[in-house]
């Protein structure tokens, strides 16, 4: 499989997922912004054996577990016929605290 998404962490508690499969001349590569923590997002880090699992570590001492679904369709035709893609979701599957301090590090294990 190819890895098509990217995501970027914000300061304020949001990230971006884009599709980058699919670039379109004015509206670009489609995105979902979802808000994750209360804090800033001090990192994201990728489950090794299925990419669109992952968690994101908040400055608040949270950890939060979201996958993301790829759409039905990941092409559409805008008004002038031109390609541009289509962004899927993210679900979260788990939200926990676990101090009061930024987690800065996260690993997941290789064996499963």
Known sequence: ?????????ALEGKFHTFDVR??????????????????????????????????????????????YNYPKERTKADANGDEMGVAGTVEQIQNVVLGGQPISGFDWSPDK
């Not at 499989?1 to 962490?9: A, H, M, S």
């Open 1 to 9: 499989k190819q890895w098509y998404q990217r995501r970027v962490r």
């Open 22 to 67: 699919t670039h379109h001349a004015t509206q670009g590569y489609p995105s979902v912004i979802e808000k994750a923590h209360k804090s800033t997002i001090w990192g994201v880090r990728h489950l090794p054996q299925n990419r669109d699992v992952y968690m994101t570590l908040g400055g608040n001492g949270s950890v939060c577990l979201w996958k």
